[in-house]
Every structure is written in C-alpha cells, then in structure tokens.
C-alpha cells in the first residue's frame, strides 16, 4: 500500500509528517538523524519546497503543531505509523504513548484502536527480535 493510496492531499501529507514531527518532540528536540528522515520522507511524499521549509521550522519550533486528517483511514495511517517509528529504537516512551493519546483524543480516535495499533506493533517487534536471534545465535 502506497502512502499516497491514503493521503491524497498534499494538506494530508503535510499534517502527516507534523504529526509525526510532534511526537518526535515529545521525547525531547529531534536529533540530527530524525530530522534527515524527516526531510527525506517529505521529498518522498512529494511535499513541495514551501512545505519542508515550514517543516524545518516546525522542528526547531516550541509551538504544539495541530493536525488533522480528512478520513479515518488517514487516522489509521498516521497511528500505525507513528507508533511503528516511536517502537523503532525499542523504547515506545511513557512521553510518546502520552502524546500519541493526545493527539488520538483531538482528532477523536478511540483508546481501543490506539491499544490495538500498540499490540500489532510489539508482535511485531517481538517477531523481529526472534528473527534477531536466530541470526545471533549463528554469530
């Protein structure tokens, strides 16, 4: 599935990547690493020069970025996403789980749904653990 099947607007990518943007700060300032992504995931979704200049700015601003969705399919995107890329490092943070249930009450995502994106995404990363070690073990 192609990002842009979902986020047909380029208004749903830029909200896309600024609430990605929030929940990086929500930790703390966005690395250096963070930032390249950031940068290269926007040139990938066709944002357009403007927007990443205000992406830019959205990450080394203290302003608490608004996003909205037009579908819930969108929502659903953003969560799956958003929750993926916090459990990346293994550390799925009590300020990212925060944030990602702020972010689910303003744009009226249920608990249920935010709980169920959770659990996908730690079977997920318990498979890859377990393909980790398989590999590991043959070290």
Same mark, same amino acid.
Do not use: H, P
């Given at each position: 599935m192609d990002y842009r099947d979902i986020l047909k607007t380029t208004e749903a990518r830029d909200n896309f990547m600024k609430g990605l943007i929030r929940l990086a700060k929500a930790d703390g300032n966005i690395s250096q690493e963070e930032s390249q992504y950031f940068i290269g995931a926007a040139n990938s979704m066709g944002l357009s020069e403007q927007q990443i200049e205000d992406m830019k700015e959205y990450m080394s601003s203290q302003e608490k970025l608004p996003v909205s969705f037009g579908s819930m399919a969108e929502k659903v995107?953003?969560?799956?996403?958003?929750?993926?890329?916090?459990?990346?490092? !293994?550390?799925?943070?009590? %300020? #990212?789980?925060?944030?990602?249930?702020?972010?689910?009450? =303003? /744009?009226?995502?249920?608990?249920?749904?935010?709980?169920? !994106?959770?659990?996908?995404? %730690? #079977?997920?990363?318990?498979?890859?653990?377990?393909?980790? =070690? /398989?590999?590991?073990?043959?070290?």
């Open positions: 995107l953003f969560f799956r996403e958003a929750i993926q890329l916090c459990a990346i490092d !293994i550390a799925y943070t009590q %300020e #990212e789980k925060e944030e990602i249930r702020k972010i689910a009450g =303003e /744009l009226n995502v249920s608990m249920d749904l935010i709980e169920e !994106i959770e659990k996908w995404v %730690e #079977e997920g990363m318990s498979w890859k653990r377990q393909g980790d =070690e /398989l590999v590991s073990r043959y070290l």
